[in-house]
């Protein structure tokens, strides 16, 4: 199934995109709950993989871990999750989605 961004949606997307076109590189996005902010990521780490960009989406639970891999596999995105055990583990992808405590274990153990 195919995303298709509502106006609000589009324009966040599209202020993302203008802003890195800037060259400003510290972007949030704040948007309510349920507001479509995990499908809005997808739509960014979608152009930037067809651009040949590697992307890293950090969450810090893992209930978001999984909602955007879910949302990756719906929209076509192929990618790796950086986490303990976890299933889909692929570090060569250029997208991974990781848990930010494993990273920062990951770290410490350097």
Known sequence: MRF?????????IDSIRQNWRAEIKRIVLVAPTGSGKTMMAGEVIEGAVNKGNAVLFLAHRKELIEQCSKTLDEIGVDHGVI????????????????????????????
């Open 4 to 12: 298709l961004p509502r106006p609000y949606q589009s324009r966040a």
């Open 83 to 110: 986490k303990s055990g976890h299933y889909r583990r692929r570090p060569a992808l250029p997208v991974q989605v990781a848990s930010i405590q494993t990273l920062v274990s990951k770290r410490k153990c350097r």
